[in-house]
């Protein structure tokens, strides 16, 4: 089975300073990751996704993600938050293993807030 | 490319009545597609996977004769929300999955639907 967990209902930061979004996860397998964002009755946009290769991977809009492997992490950060950042983002698994089919297993989600 | 419409993005109707949701791939075919509920201020729950010309692979707990699915071709499937009561008042999202040869997945803008 894989798992998410993404242990901070909500993050704070002010607009200008550094965040991090944290995520963890469990497959039994190699894992794809993945983070979305989401605004307000909207659907999932893509951020980034972590497949192979490089352990620090960069995505849409500023934002990155270190892939840890003894942490079993995928934290999601940005060096310098804005206040259109604040949005409700979500961390994702699937296990590479074909068997596991292609199912996605989500986080809970975090709360984003940029403050000016 | 890989772009997914859904429709409606919002839609209110009375208890007892049906209301179905459309899941359109625009630029790709999709033989799979993912049905997701997300109450406020929570994770997506997968509700279903929709395999093209076969039966949806319900998820436990997810009645199969209150949210029919069906997925009769490449480019479409449907969740039908059968006499909607107002615990069905929720967010609902698809997603195709990725094609052959990629990792990506595709989500749509999502519905919001409520039972008055």
């Known amino acids: 089975a894989q798992s998410v967990a993404q242990p901070e209902d909500q993050v704070n930061v002010a607009e200008g300073n550094p965040l991090t979004v944290k995520c963890t996860y469990s497959?039994?397998?190699?894992?794809?990751l993945f983070w979305y964002v989401q605004y307000p009755n909207r659907g999932l946009q893509f951020l980034l996704k972590?497949?192979?290769?490089?352990?620090l991977v960069k995505g849409s809009y500023g934002f990155e993600a270190e892939f840890n492997k003894s942490q079993t992490s995928f934290h999601l950060k940005k060096p310098s938050a804005l206040v259109s950042d604040s949005a409700l983002y979500f961390c994702?698994?699937?296990?590479?293993?074909?068997?596991?089919?292609?199912?996605?297993?989500f986080g809970g989600g975090t709360r984003l807030m940029v403050k000016p | 490319g890989a772009v997914v419409s859904q429709h409606p993005s919002r839609v209110i109707c009375k208890s007892g009545t049906s209301v179905k949701i459309e899941c359109r791939s625009l630029?790709?075919?999709?033989?799979?597609m993912f049905w997701y509920r997300q109450f406020p201020k929570q994770s997506l729950m997968l509700m279903a996977t929709?395999?093209?010309?076969?039966?949806?692979?319900?998820e436990q707990g997810v009645e199969k004769d209150k949210f029919l699915i069906n997925h009769a071709s490449l480019t479409l499937s449907t969740l039908t929300v059968t006499s909607a009561h107002p615990e069905d008042s929720s967010f609902y999202i698809c997603?195709?999955?990725?094609?052959?040869?990629?990792?990506?997945?595709?989500f749509g803008s999502g519905t919001r639907l409520t039972v008055v």
């Open positions: 929709s395999n093209e010309g076969s039966k949806a692979t319900y």
């Open positions: 972590y497949i192979t290769g490089d352990n």
């Open positions: 630029d790709f075919q999709a033989t799979t």
């Open positions: 997603s195709a999955a990725p094609r052959q040869g990629r990792i990506g997945y595709t």
């Open positions: 497959v039994s397998g190699n894992p794809y």
């Open positions: 994702a698994v699937r296990d590479m293993n074909n068997n596991a089919g292609n199912m996605l297993t």
